[in-house]
Structures are given as C-alpha cells and as structure tokens.
C-alpha cells in the first residue's frame, strides 16, 4: 500500500505518536484541570507540556496563547464569529477552502460582507497588492489560507500580515496545510490569528486543532461552559486558555500532537521540508512527460508552494483515475477537496483534480510507482 493522502489525513505516524497516545489512556486517563488528584493534576501537566511544544514550534508568546480545539475548521469558526460583527467585511483569497468560505456566507446573514483577492501564483507583489486592492473602509479581518490544500500554491503570507497592520487590520491565517511542512514564525510574520489541523503536517491524531493568538481578548466565546476556573460564577472566565476550552479535552489526542511535534523537532523542518519538495519536483517532472496529463500549475519551488500537486488525465473525470489508482493500491484523493473556490480558479469544478501529497515517511520509489500506474492509463 502506497499512502499519497496527506494533505487529508498523514499516515503513517511516528511510532511515538501512538505510544503517547496509549500512554495517555492507559496512565492519564483523569480529566485534566478538574480535580486535585495526581493522576488529574499529571493529565493537566501533560496538556500544559504540549502549549509549550505548540508555542515554541511556532514562536508564539506563550503557552497561554494556545487554544486547543476540535480541528482547524473549529479554530477558523470560533475566531470569524467572535470577532466580526454586523456591518464588517473580510478579504479572503480566490483560493479558500469551505473552512472560511462556509462560515463566512452563514455570517452574510447577520450583515457581515467578504470579498475575493486574486492570486498570482509565483507572484507575491501582484497578490499582495490584489489583497490591498480588497480593503474597503468596513474590512475588519483578512483571513486566508497559508497555501491551497488543491494547487499548494503559497501565500505571501507575511507580506500580506505587514500590508494589513500597517493600516490595523487584524489577519488570520488557515495554516493546515503549510504546518508541519514550512517554517512558520509567528514572531517574523505577525499573524494574529494561526488555525491548525493536529492530524496533518504536525502528525497527531484526528481530532485535535489548535488556534494560537495573543489577541484572545478581542474575541467573544462562541461557547460557554466549564473551564475548572472560577467555578462559582455563572460568567465565563476571560483568562487565556481556558476562556476557549470549555469542556473536557481530548487528552489522548493532545498527547500524540505533542510526540508529533517532538518528531518534527527531532528530525528537523528543514530535512522534512526537503525531502517532501524533492518528492513532488520528481512527481511533477515524471508527470510533465506523460501524454495526457494535465497540470495547473508551473514547477513547484519551494518558496511558492507546499509539498502538494494535483493534475488530471485528458478524456477522464479526476475520480475515474484516483479509482484505478486504489486498484494498484496506491491511495490518492480526487474531486473537489472541499475548496470549490479553487477548482473555479483552474476551471476544474467539472471534473475535480487528483491530488497527490507526500509525507516523511514517502519514498521516492513510492512516487515512482504511482508515475508507473499512470503513464499506462489510456483515457
């Protein structure tokens, strides 16, 4: 079997992801930060160990600005809707997955407004300047994603962060699939608001995401309940972290999250990073020379893109490939990925694309094989 699917899921993971996580049930089974008991107060310390590993891996102030949620698509929703209100409009990309698109629409209904900025892929002045083209007198958030989870096109992202608070407009930024795979230093770029994905290019289990932000005061709660802080009043607390973590944690998955980001710390971003790019630079000159194929994008340096292409075969719908793909075992997602935004932007919503994402632990006679299977697809 030939795992290809990382931009969705990574698989494998590290050993020691999955000896935490059964740590973590079999010894930390207590709630954390609810009780005074040691396995309770060891579950909680455990949670803390993890906003440190987060808040170092990303240069975040502190601990304390780590918010772990359900997944990315929580951590975009809890910031879109506790921080815009009635009259205020965003600029996004062209590129956006339905995390940002799908919210924002449901908040059209309470008068909030979004507009597009195009993307010139391989181009940072000419999108930053489509973003600043953008802003209106009413635009109170630019929210958009790190790099497309369809073409892996990257953003400019802390061109368009300087752009924006120079004239005090607050960013957020869907990281899923940047992390883990690029360097991203909240202390250099100055992103406000940084949405993860645990179970993708930080190698944790599903189930996990995380928002860091030293902003947390300017956002409401879309959630209420309890935090283990000041229980006695029927108000919720507005200390960071908990005034975002109503309710139990998924200890077992921060626990893997956090041997996920040891495993990055341990074998380096930049090793990671250059391995997965020389993957996808071998993927995309095998494919530029099989007859038939289509591909959307140009080459794909490392400064531009994410180790992530996607590509179609002439005369045959993204699914019919990615099936005969699953034939030889070789695990690749098509379709529309979520992010039909980005298939208009290629002209591909008819068909979809088939996406192709390497991890760590993908070989190059991996990428080999799948280059094998479709230079003997006849459409």
Known sequence: MIYLDNAATSFPKPASVMRSVDFAIRKLGANPGRSGHRMSLAAAGAVYE???????????????CVVFTLNCTHAINMVLKGLLRAGDHVVISCLEHNAITRPLKALEALGISFSEAKVFPGNDAATVSSFKSAITAKTALIACTHASNVWGVRLPIQQICAMAHR??????????????HVPIDLGKIGIDYLCLA?????????????????????????????????????????????????GTQN?????????????????????????EHRLIRHLYNGLSRIKGVQLYMPAPEPHHFVPLLSFNIAGLHSEAVAEILNKHKIYVRAGLHCAPAAHRFCNTLNR????????????????????????????
């Open 50 to 64: 993890c906003r440190k590993a987060l808040a170092g891996f990303f240069n975040a102030p502190g601990p304390e």
């Open 167 to 180: 004239i005090g407009i607050p960013t957020l930024v869907d990281a899923a699939q940047s992390a883990g």
């Open 198 to 246: 645990g179970h993708k290019g930080l190698l944790g289990p599903m189930g996990v995401g995380v928002l860091i932000t030293a902003c947390g005061e300017r956002l409401a709660t879309t959630v209420q309940g309890g935090t283990g802080l000041n229980s006695d009043s029927y108000l919720q607390t507005d200390v960071m972290p908990e005034k975002f973590e109503s």
């Open 251 to 275: 200890l077992a998955g921060i626990a893997g999250l956090h041997a996920g980001i040891d495993f990055l710390n341990s074998v380096t971003l930049e090793k990671i990073s250059s391995h």
């Open 352 to 379: 979809g694309a088939v996406r192709v994402c390497p991890s760590a632990f993908t070989k190059m006679s991996d990428i080999d094989a799948l280059l094998n299977v479709v230079d003997g697809i006849k459409p």
